[in-house]
């Protein structure tokens, strides 16, 4: 990897890591979601840099993709809260996740933490992916839980938060070898549940795909914003300002301009706990880049 790319990474990593200790301390019962949302997001810009996805918040058996929505007036009750960070420097991406346990299941949230700590051992050059879902899941099964199997993580590139290769969160035949210059997300998730996780009806995060011909105006300089600001880096409604801009993002979806990322959440209302981290796979061994302190 080029000593200035891996330099983008490690500062992104640092500062993800640094968010993340500010931030988890915060999350108690009664604290607003969207100040939350807004700390997060407005401490990394005032580090210098920017978040490579919304500060993604979701609770209980939501497993992953909510965040607030431009008027929230939710609070923290007794929840199991995913906090679950995204940092680019020049769209070199860090992306981390803690849970915070409000609602009094400390051994979920451990389930997932020994699971990504097993991951994090064995983790290398040369490692299949599999290998690396089968510690996974055994680590969360040693808790009695299970992992959710339809959820994984994944690779990073520049300006892409979700690049191949998937990372398992369960054993598997095939999968990939990793090899030196891959940066990749490992992030486990322990449910009490059936382990499967499907869509919610509720969308709060989007990302753009594609120019599309679009006939309101307010919907063509919208595109033109996203296209700039985002690229293809997802996005929360709750960012975009203007003019009709709900009815403007409505047409983008209609068009396929823009993709949605709906909310996920485990099948059965089951909770889910989810740990996070992201490694640089190097010549020799390898850099856990939101571990730095
Ligand atoms: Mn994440
Ligand atoms: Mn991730």
């Not at 990793?178 to 382990?195: H, M, Q, R, W």
Request: charged share 25%; net charge negative; hydrophobic share 40%.
């Amino acid at each position: 990897m080029e000593p200035e790319v891996l330099e983008n990474y490690r500062k992104a990593g640092r500062i993800l890591e640094e968010v993340l200790r500010d931030a988890s301390p915060r999350v108690q019962v009664g604290a607003s979601l969207l100040e939350m949302a807004e700390f997060v997001e407005d401490s990394i810009r005032s580090k210098g840099a920017e978040p490579a996805f919304p500060c993604n918040i979701s609770l209980d058996r939501a497993a992953a993709h909510y965040t607030p929505s431009p008027r929230d007036t939710s609070r923290f009750g007794e929840n199991m809260v995913k906090l679950d960070v995204g940092v680019h420097v020049d769209g070199y991406v860090a992306d981390a996740a803690v849970t915070v346990d409000l609602g009094g299941h400390p051994d979920l949230v451990e389930a997932s933490e020994a699971a990504l700590e097993a991951a994090l051992e064995l983790i290398g050059p040369g490692v299949r992916t599999g290998e690396i879902g089968s510690a996974i899941e055994k680590a969360i099964m040693g808790y009695g839980y299970k992992p959710v199997s339809n959820l994984t993580g994944h690779g990073l590139q520049r300006y892409e938060a979700h690049a191949e290769p998937a990372m398992p969160n369960r054993a598997m035949e095939k999968g990939v070898i990793l090899k030196p210059g891959d940066v990749v997300a490992i992030e486990p998730f322990a449910t009490n549940g059936s382990g499967r996780i499907s869509e919610a009806p509720t969308t709060e995060i989007y990302g753009f795909s594609m120019q599309r011909p679009v006939r309101l105006p307010q919907a063509r300089v919208l595109m033109k914003e996203i296209a700039e600001r985002y690229k293809t880096l997802p996005f929360a409604r709750r960012w975009l300002k203007g003019e009709r801009v709900e009815y403007a993002l409505q047409q983008l979806l209609r068009a396929g301009a823009v993709h949605r990322y709906p909310v996920l959440w485990e099948v059965e209302g089951a909770l889910v706990s989810q740990a996070e981290a992201t490694v640089v796979i190097l010549d020799e061994g390898i850099e856990i880049i939101t571990r730095q302190g």
